[in-house]
């Protein structure tokens, strides 16, 4: 089966190509302050939304038109590897990422399950062996079946407790076999609905002790990967315990975690907590812990988790700038966790989201530099603070000032002159980046 064999192998032509099979931004080998494109954007591919994916929404049934649907069972989880290969193939992204039910279906009994599983990882890296795409990172689906529905880690059944531990060991061993260089907890359930049932102190805990857990035998095994946590302040849980990445931050600094995880951060889930998706990237990189992101984004017209491709050019620019700003993301990646629009049903649909998404980060990497090159928000931000630089603003940041001199210096009554923050003059600035780097 061929899903896509229409579509050529997608080539760089650049900005003023009108062919829809075509990079326009993104030239993987091009140099970017001395790296590749490739190498700062770690591009993968989210298996969920593009090989499971249906178009569903709250309101109507799927309208996606897949090729491999004609299949059931083990043969459509076979068909999906196929088509997933083929993609990855024609976009030349060198990453992918998956939940455990995405690439194989659940058995009646978690043995079945697991047999399942092993058969399509064995799959995949039969695939793998042959194809330049690697594994970004895998995770556990423990939000969809049920059995979740009083969360996983936090939940207030010890059976299932124990059945997401056994889970997310069989996942953890996958994600050693296939070389994965992060593994991701996404805590889609780990929340509450109301405190009037929740003994809040004892979930917390649990989800601390399963974290460790983890660690743990991540280490028995020698699976070296980055664990990433991925913040969400809601849906479905009406309150997360990863709400932000500051709260998530806090979690596992009071939990002793710290030292094991970094952040994905999620664009529309900063949306959704009301932040930027900068704002995020900030927080998590300020304290060492920008790990990896997923590139999507919301509409903010609707108040839910829309998970639209990124074609926000000021957006991703100061994503990129922020990335930038942290040396990179290290093991991570940019994860398109994005899905095309229910009316955009065909698969090459799938093909031009990717390439829009893609170019978008592209660009957002190039305008980014730039700006650094050029240090423009640099000399902005040191203008702004230069009081604190000499005199008494010197004082205080260097610990010589208390409330006593603080004082004295107030009792001077000299004249405060604040300077205007000409926020307008800074994002003209940046438009005129955004509409002139080559």
Avoid at 262 to 270: D, G, P, V
Avoid at 274 to 296: Q, W
């Amino acid at each position: 089966m061929s899903a896509f064999g229409h579509i050529p192998e997608i080539q760089y032509e650049g900005r003023r190509s009108t062919n829809p099979f075509a990079y326009k931004f993104y030239n993987a080998q091009e140099k970017v302050l001395g790296k590749t494109m490739e190498e700062h954007l770690r591009i993968a591919v989210s298996y969920w939304h593009t090989f499971t994916g249906n178009g569903a929404d709250p309101f109507g049934a799927g309208t996606a038109i897949r090729p491999w649907d004609r299949f059931s069972g083990m043969d459509l989880a076979k068909a999906r590897v196929e088509a997933a290969f083929e993609l990855f193939g024609k976009l030349g992204v060198p990453y992918f990422c998956f939940h455990d039910r995405d690439i194989a279906p659940e058995g009646n009994t978690l043995q079945e399950t697991n047999r399942n599983l092993d058969e399509i990882v064995a799959l995949i890296q039969e695939y793998m062996k042959t194809s330049r795409t690697k594994l970004l990172w895998n995770t556990a689906n423990m939000f969809t079946h049920p059995r979740f529905v009083h969360g996983a880690a936090t939940t207030s059944n010890a059976d299932v407790f124990a059945y997401a531990a056994a889970q997310v060991k069989k996942a953890l061993e996958h994600a050693k076999q296939l070389g994965a260089e992060n593994y991701v907890f996404w805590g889609g359930r780990e929340g509450y609905e109301t405190l009037l049932n929740t003994d809040l102190k004892l979930e917390q805990d649990n989800l601390a002790r399963f974290l460790h857990m983890a660690v743990a035998y991540a280490k028995e095994i020698g699976f070296t990967g980055q664990f990433l946590i991925e913040p969400k302040p809601k849906e479905p849980s009406k309150h997360q315990y990863d709400f932000d990445a500051a709260t998530t931050i806090a979690f596992l600094q009071n939990y002793g975690l710290k030292e094991y995880f970094k952040l994905n951060i999620e664009a529309n889930h900063a949306t959704l907590a009301g932040h930027t998706f900068e704002h995020e990237l900030r927080v998590a990189r300020l304290a060492g812990m920008l790990g990896s992101i997923d590139a999507n984004q919301g509409d903010l017209l609707l108040g839910w988790d829309t998970d639209e491709f990124p074609t926000d050019l000021y957006s991703t620019t100061l994503a990129m700038y922020e990335i930038l700003q942290n040396n990179g993301l290290g093991s991570g990646g940019v994860n398109f966790d994005a899905k095309v629009r229910r009316a955009s049903f065909e698969p090459d649909d799938l093909v031009i989201a990717h390439i829009a998404g893609i170019d978008s980060f592209a660009r957002g990497l190039k305008v980014a530099a730039k700006l650094i090159e050029d240090r423009v928000l640099e000399q902005v931000i040191e203008d702004r603070y230069a009081s604190f630089r000499e005199g008494i603003g010197l004082d205080i940041v260097s610990g010589k000032a208390n409330f006593h001199t603080l004082e004295q210096y107030a009792l001077q009554n000299k004249p405060i002159v604040n300077k205007s923050g000409r926020q307008e003059l800074i994002k003209a600035t940046i438009n005129q980046y955004l509409l002139n780097v080559e």
